[in-house]
């Protein structure tokens, strides 16, 4: 499986982004996806999760009622809308996939490259 994130960039407090994590693998529906957050000098944290079917979603609370992520199983992406944001916010995202929904990112077979989001004032 191979993930590819995109869509950071640079935004003010209050603003929106939206990530994409596309996969070119055929295993794409099989998995569960989830999203990390790196902030500088800091361990990666867990931002949010779906279930294969879509049907199925969790998040972490700082980010809960502000992102949203989805998943398109036609076009092997998956979409972090990113609502609200913060300073707080600011890191690398990275995407993630794999049989198994947890918050540690160790338990993660597949990681895409990495997107970074910052957010100013």
């Known amino acids: 499986v191979q993930l590819q994130a995109s869509g950071g960039g640079q935004v003010q407090t209050g603003g929106s982004l939206r990530l994409s994590c596309a996969s070119s693998?055929?295993?794409?529906?099989?998995?569960?996806i989830a999203w990390f957050r790196q902030p500088p000098g800091q361990e990666r944290w867990f931002v949010a999760a779906?279930?294969?079917?879509?049907?199925?979603?969790f998040y972490a609370d700082s980010v809960r009622g502000r992102f949203t992520l989805s998943r398109d199983n036609v076009e092997n992406t998956a979409y972090l809308q990113m609502n609200s944001l913060s300073s707080e916010d600011t890191g690398v995202y990275y995407c993630?996939?794999?049989?198994?929904?947890?918050?540690?990112?160790?338990?993660?077979?597949?990681w895409g490259q990495g997107t970074l989001v910052t957010v100013s004032s």
């Open positions: 693998g055929r295993a794409f529906t099989d998995y569960n």
């Open positions: 993630a996939s794999g049989p198994e929904i947890r918050r540690d990112p160790a338990i993660w077979p597949y």
């Open positions: 779906i279930t294969p079917s879509g049907r199925s979603t």
